[in-house]
Structures are given as C-alpha cells and as structure tokens.
C-alpha cells in the first residue's frame, strides 16, 4: 500500500486549499484513514479521520472550518480546508490504519501567510 498526498501550497488566511491522498496498493479497504500536521518544532498532531462507515472526526482547532471526504472510486480521501490561518501552517500527512498496521503517506506542505 501506498499513499501519496498532494494539493499544499501557500495560501494567504482567510483562503482555502484542498488535499488529496491517493491510495494505491492492494487491499485498500481500511479501518479508518486520518489527516495529520507537524509544524516547525512541534510534535505531530491528529487534525481529522474519516472511519470505514464514513463518521468523521476532528480535532477542535479545525472543527467547522477543515471537512475530511473520500471518493471510493477514485482510491483518494480528500481533506478541504477552509478559513485558514497562520497557524495552519504545517507539513500535512495522510495516515491509513487496517488493524494493527499502519500505512503513512509523505508530507504536503500547507503555508498560509500573507
């Protein structure tokens, strides 16, 4: 399995971007399928997961502004950030768990300035 992110870039707040982590690999079936951000200096944080049946989860610094989706079709979850700030800015990684394994896609990375 592999995933592999895109869509960042710089952005000025107040803007929006979206991201995409495109799944390829067998077995792409996955118990849930998350977004994460690392800053400069900070340690990596859980930003948003989507489960298997489709319930989706946020982490409160994004709630209401940042929605988590997928497209099974496609083999891509998606994660559309809206109302960005300064403090968005990250490196942006996708994560799939089946069991006890997880699979980490490489960063993107989301600079909102001005």
């Known amino acids: 399995v592999q995933l592999q992110a895109s869509g960042g870039g710089l952005v000025q707040p107040g803007g929006s971007l979206r991201l995409s982590c495109a799944v390829s690999?067998?077995?792409?079936?996955?118990?849930?399928m998350s977004w994460y951000r690392q800053a400069p200096g900070n340690e990596r944080e859980w930003v948003a997961r989507?489960?298997?049946?489709?319930?989706?989860d946020y982490a409160e610094s994004v709630k209401g502004r940042f929605t988590i989706s997928r497209d099974r079709a496609k083999n891509t979850v998606y994660l559309q950030m809206n109302s960005l700030k300064p403090e968005d800015t990250a490196v942006y990684y996708c994560?799939?768990?089946?069991?006890?394994?997880?699979?980490w896609g490489q960063g993107t990375q989301v600079t909102v300035s001005s």
């Open positions: 994560r799939a768990n089946r069991g006890p394994i997880t699979w």
């Open positions: 690999g067998s077995g792409r079936n996955f118990n849930d």
């Open positions: 989507i489960y298997g049946g489709g319930t989706t």
